[in-house]
């Protein structure tokens, strides 16, 4: 790693914290954001602010994306191309389509430049901690290289296999998430019409086999009444359609999805995209005529966990 160039582009609320535990690095971070504001965060850090997309690209190895959108990429992709080289490596680390992500690497490939993509996987508390899970996919040569990296980004490491694999298994779990997210809310609802006390009902899921990642984070700051996960009803939606798509592509009758489609697409208009996507479990409170809600849980998530050494999951 001592021996890379690193630059990273798209400093939202997920891509910042990653920058961040990039920073203390002994490398230099040449970062980019279409928003200048953002690079008020990185004041007085070893960073350099770049002006432009050539100008990071003309001084790094390494180009990291995180961006909210396929379109996103796309446009950012589009932009650095011209100036890219053999010397490259692009780490993908978005949610993305993974149709698109194997077109705008052969892009890439075109200019012998090289790709991995890592989208992350675990929450933003985890990424601010250095904790979050990452799954990749490409080339193992190219793995290998950005191991260093991603280690410094992330703890658990999981190799997917060939380009693509990474952002379809990234949309499955973002699914899963939120299946679980509504038989939470729908879980709580009667737990609270049953006069079962709330945080005794969240204890109960989170040691029985009803148990689940959402439980145990976006459980807590639903019964703070906060709903902050740092995560929007914008982007849930966005990452609901590209699983659709899959499911779509691949001809499979999938009726939870098309419910789950349904639902969340109401809370966005009942909403709004900025909302959290944890308010999605607001409509189920809505029309039970009641507030899940219970003493001593967080108003935000944070990982008190100290940075764990990036590991490769075998």
């Known amino acids: 790693m001592k021996n890379e160039r ?12 990653l920058a961040n535990n990039l920073v203390n690095s002994k490398n230099k971070l040449y970062i980019y954001d279409i ?13 350099h602010f770049c ?46 389509d993974n149709k698109e992500m194997i077109r705008l690497s052969k892009k890439f490939f075109n200019k012998k430049a090289e790709v ?18 990452i799954l990749t996919a490409g080339k193992k040569e190219n793995y290998i290289r950005a191991f260093p990296i991603l280690s410094k980004l992330g703890h658990q490491i999981l190799f997917c296999g060939k380009l693509g694999n ?20 729908e879980a709580l609802a009667v737990a609270k019409k049953q006069k079962i006390d709330l945080g005794l009902t969240y204890k109960a899921i989170k040691i029985s086999s009803g148990n689940s990642f959402v439980n145990e984070t976006e459980t807590q700051v639903i019964l703070s009444g906060s709903y902050d996960v740092g995560f929007t009803m914008g982007l849930v939606n966005k990452d609901l359609n590209l699983f659709n798509k899959l499911v779509e592509d ?29 308010e999605i479990v607001k409509l189920i409170e809505n029309n039970s005529n009641i507030k899940l809600r219970a003493k001593n849980f967080p108003k935000k998530l944070i990982d008190d966990k100290k940075k764990q050494k990036g590991i490769e999951v075998k």
């Not at 996103?72 to 949610?95: A, D, F, G, R």
């Not at 009726?255 to 809370?267: A, E, H, P, Q, T």
Request: glycine fraction near 8%; aromatic fraction near 8%.
């Open 116 to 133: 991995i993509e890592a989208p992350i996987t675990g929450g933003e508390h985890r990424a601010q901690s250095g904790n979050i899970s």
């Open 35 to 47: 928003d200048k504001k953002k690079y008020q965060n990185f004041i007085s850090k070893n960073t």
């Open 250 to 278: 691949n001809k499979i009758n999938a009726d939870v999805n098309k419910l789950i489609n349904k639902k969340f697409l109401y809370g966005l208009k009942k909403f709004g995209k900025r909302s959290f996507s944890t």
């Open 51 to 96: 002006k432009n997309l050539k100008e990071l690209a003309k001084n790094t190895k390494i180009i990291i994306t995180c961006l909210p959108s396929p379109k996103s990429v796309n446009e950012v992709i589009t932009k650095i191309l011209p100036y890219i080289n053999k010397s490259h490596l692009w780490i993908e680390m978005s949610t993305t």
């Open 6 to 17: 690193i630059g990273f582009i798209g400093l939202g609320n997920v891509g910042e914290k």
């Open 166 to 185: 990474a952002s379809i298994l990234k949309i499955i779990t973002n699914y899963l998430a939120s299946l679980h997210l509504i038989g939470i809310g």
